[in-house]
């Protein structure tokens, strides 16, 4: 085996994927390591001619540094286990991905992902004997054994600048204005953003809320004399009955998606203020990545190079405790981390008087 390392993305993109990439490629470049990218995510390597190139430092001019998305492409929907062919059949190809990692030649490859990816990477790595490293990235900020995910603060920052935007039209209207953020089935987003950006009101998908429970907070706030509020929800709030609001997309894929247009009217009703909903979508992961954002994901870019050169497989690159640790790859992926609804964040909204809608 050559001193060859793979590095690729893979599930939903967000801001710091670049800058990953770069410090993965300046630490490669100093230990004498050449790195090759995949494009696409494993998708990259079921296209004939495979879809590779290689990386050095060269490629990575200042501007990259700073930009959103990744150059590598993504995808979060061509899980080589359950491949979605043409004819709309479903194959698994994962013997042809792992056939396409051993014909680069790699040591090892580094996989940026989330759970979902690591899930697929780790399945790929165990059953053709590949050495995976993984570096955490998700808005949803909800692996296990890492403080923080590549692109969470970003999204965060986006979030708050929402409230930031949001706060004077509701003023200037005397209404009740309801931001609905991604996160998935963690509320790390929405508890974050509403305690930076002065919400009163976050639902989130750990802890129950009623219609009551929100209307009580939000006439409280109007009886203090002041003429608009602001609620931050979370994209995977079901409706008080427990029915899921869902986007279907063509092809049947479906989203978390329309709880703040479900409450709404129900706001509305409930307290008597006007009300507006503002999905924000994907606008959470594109943009500049924060500088937080950036020194995370060059210092996980570093740490994942520095795991594979001292052989130290089947681990993700974490950032705990102020510093890069390694931890067992399966530990990061067993489980969700969701809110804790006793926790330190939580106990500080209540603190602030901002509602959960219990
Ligand atoms: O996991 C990241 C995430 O942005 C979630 O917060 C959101 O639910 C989902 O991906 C959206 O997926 P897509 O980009 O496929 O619409």
Known sequence: MSKKIAILTSGGDCAGLNAVMRAAVMRADLL??????IENGTAGLLEDPVEVRTLTPDDFDGFILRRGGTILGTTNSRDPFAYEMPDGSVKDRSDEVIAGFKALGVEAFIGIGGDGSFAIL??????????????????????????FCVGFDTAVSVATEALDRLQPTAASHDRVMILEVMGRDAGHIALSAGIAGGADVILIPEILYTIEGIAKKIKAVKETGRNFALMVVSEAMSAPDGEKREVVYHGGETRYGGIAEYLCPRIAEATGFETRATVLGHVQRGGQPTYNDRLLAQALGVGAVDLVNDGAFGQMVAWHNRAVVGVPIEDAIKDVRTVRPHGTLVHTARSLGISFGD
């Open 32 to 37: 004498g390591w050449e790195v090759i990218g």
């Open 122 to 147: 780790n399945r790929l790595a165990k059953q053709g004997g590949l050495n995976f490293i993984g570096v955490p990235k998700t808005i949803d900020n909800d692996l296990m054994m890492t403080d």
